[in-house]
């Protein structure tokens, strides 16, 4: 028998913690920052074939907290990255989750409020100040041509700068935009489906949800909105619905903590989901899989993931799964 050295003892321990939290976790798990030091190794490479799905942030609105990260998410395929959203902070949880930026292919947004658009602009930028020299498509309604031109000239002396200075290639002919307002086929490439379908979300017009049919698995993304006939058709038998969700009965103590805010409550009732309805959207859709994400409250410690699924499991029978900023599924 060998003798229990310190390390042994040590790596031991990690690996029954580990294991311990696959088991709390229902089959969901929190993405390796320890990818991001090495910029992808080769078991991250390995680790990226097939379909992965990471929540990057959780939370809803544009207000930072301590608790989650604003709204975004990437889906690989096959080591390609698909970015939907781009709230504050997107570009170093990209870092966290292990995906390097240089390797930014394709990014979507679902609709122009700041909480899911903050970073778009930046995410372009502090991809190409990592490295990258490949070229970058960006979906989105109106006016995402016109926000992503401006953006390039507001940041234009920094670019230029950095163009002569270190050599790199030039940012502009990198990107291109391409800008929609009707529902139906986004993009298909060698690795995935991308399909649109025009959401409830008011004052936001247009508003979009995005379905991903890759080979291996079909996963949905709700944007914001209130239940919607068109959602519910548009994820019909997906493998995983990411919906967006609010806690109606814990909105009040969250408006009297925001100063200035007495429509909020208004349009946050009238422009997203409760964590009742939620549930059932995911039924008459049929998913396998409904992850409750964009949540509002979202620093609110109060509302545990129980009271988050009780509404939902109550119309739905499938995997119901709280997001976490990080989270893998």
């Known amino acids: ?35 991001a030091a090495t910029g992808g190794s080769s078991s991250a490479d390995k680790k990226l074939s097939g379909t992965r799905l990471i929540l990057l942030g959780t939370a809803g609105g544009p207000r930072p907290n301590k608790v989650r990260s604003s709204p975004a998410q990437v889906i690989l395929v096959n080591s390609v990255p698909y970015v939907v959203d781009c709230g504050s902070g997107v570009s170093r949880q990209l870092v ?24 778009y602009g930046n995410l372009l930028l502090l991809a190409w100040a990592s490295g990258l020299k490949t070229p970058v498509d960006t979906y989105g309604p109106p006016p995402i041509e016109k926000m992503t031109k401006l953006y390039f000239e507001l940041n234009a002396y920094d670019i230029d700068t950095r163009i002569a ?29 991308v399909t649109a379908t025009l959401v409830h979300h ?26 919607s006939d068109n959602l519910i058709k548009l994820a019909q038998g997906a493998d995983v619905l990411v919906h967006e969700v609010i806690h109606k009965p814990s909105l009040a103590k969250l408006i009297a903590r925001i100063p200035n805010a007495e429509k909020l409550l208004e349009h946050i009732v009238a422009s997203h989901t409760t964590h009742d309805d939620v549930g059932k959207v995911a039924k008459a859709a049929g998913v396998k899989t409904l992850v409750l994400s964009h949540i509002v409250p979202s620093d609110d410690t109060s509302v545990t993931d129980e009271m988050w ?21």
């Open 202 to 227: 008011p004052p936001v017009v247009p508003a979009f949800a995005f379905r991903f049919d890759a080979a291996d698995r079909s996963i949905v993304i709700s944007g914001d909105t209130t239940p």
């Open 96 to 119: 966290m989750a292990g995906v390097p930026l240089l390797k930014l292919r394709r990014v979507f947004l679902t609709h122009h409020h700041s909480d899911h658009n903050a970073d």
């Open 165 to 193: 200075d270190e050599q790199r290639v030039p940012l502009v002919p990198l990107v291109t935009v391409h800008e929609f307002d009707k529902e139906g086929l986004v993009m298909r490439d060698e690795n995935v489906k």
């Open 1 to 35: 028998m060998k003798k229990m050295t310190r390390r042994r003892f040590v790596a031991a321990g990690i690996s029954a913690l580990a294991a311990g939290q696959a088991l709390l976790s229902g089959g969901a798990k929190t993405a390796s920052a320890g990818q």
């Open 309 to 329: 699924i009780e509404g939902a499991r109550a119309h739905f029978d499938g995997k119901v799964i709280v997001g976490k900023d990080l989270m893998e599924i």
